[in-house]
């Protein structure tokens, strides 16, 4: 066996083995489509559920409908729940010795977990199509041209990237995969403590903190000033991420895969010993 030693070597030989994982994962999807049935509807769903029920009850800053405020908290919260995915999937190679399989291989190290995460990005890809459709339908769209429309997705779909290392991460560590689906039963709150759905001003002052640095909260904000939705943050709101959402966002996402991507590697190295 050719030992590849130069830094560009290696970097070609991981992202050959990664795409060829990442191939993998979405043969494993078409395999299982009541999965990929699933995701679609779940966004759907929730498009409709939301947008009706609260959407008669609450009341916009500033006016505006509440379909269209909601859609951008809706992306956000699918765009964090998509991490229990990853989770699931990778605590599921762990636990049935896929791998140790893949550990015996002649493989580049970083290419399991980068398969991982660039197949969910993948199919987040139609997810949020399926979403921005339903979206379209029950009233919602963007105001601010094509331009800035690509770059709130992008935005999403970078915030996917980044949260999915944090699915590879929590799925190497946990013990197997009902460990996983406990703690994902904790993404639940932090979508929720967050301008997604409701606004912070009636929020008691130590909530509103916390919902303000939410990185929920965050990607919300940023997706509704690039989109040109209602509940954009006035001028003069307290906090930083607020004011500034696309840096906030940004900042989350490369502070993510800068700890994430490494701890990642080192579980997964760690996991055959």
């Not at 498009?47 to 006016?63: C, D, K, R």
């Not at 550990?103 to 995460?117: C, D, E, I, N, Y």
């Amino acid at each position: 066996m050719t030992t590849i030693t130069s830094p560009a070597g290696r970097l070609r030989w991981t992202f050959a083995d990664g795409l060829t994982l990442i191939g993998r994962e979405l043969s494993r999807l078409r395999q299982e489509p009541e999965q990929i049935i699933a995701a679609l509807l779940f966004p759907v769903i929730m498009v409709v559920l939301f947008g009706y029920v609260f959407g008669s009850a609450i009341q916009v800053p500033g006016g505006g409908d509440y379909r269209e405020f909601l859609m951008p908290g809706l992306f956000a919260m699918v765009t964090f729940t998509s991490v229990q995915g990853v989770m699931g999937r990778m605590a599921a190679d762990a636990s049935l010795g896929v791998m140790d399989r893949f550990r015996s291989m002649p493989m580049a190290r970083l290419a399991v977990p980068f398969g991982h995460t660039g197949a969910d990005s993948v199919v987040g890809v139609p997810l949020l199509a399926a979403m921005a459709g339903t979206g379209l339908l029950v009233g919602w769209q963007p105001h601010r041209g094509l331009l800035h429309t690509v770059e709130a997705f992008l935005l999403l779909m970078l915030m996917r990237y980044a949260l999915s290392w944090v699915g590879v991460y929590v799925g190497l560590v946990a013990k197997n995969e009902q460990m996983v689906t406990q703690l994902a039963t904790l993404f639940l709150p932090v979508t929720m403590l967050s301008n997604a759905f409701v606004p912070t001003d009636g929020m008691p002052t130590w909530l509103r903190f916390l919902a303000d640095w939410n990185p929920v909260s965050a990607l919300t904000a940023a997706s509704r000033e690039l989109f040109g939705n209602p509940g954009m943050a006035a001028s003069g709101h307290n906090a930083w991420p607020m004011e500034h959402p696309v840096a906030a966002v940004l900042l989350w996402s490369a502070a993510l895969l800068v700890v994430l991507a490494p701890l990642s590697l080192r579980a997964y190295s760690r996991r055959g010993r």
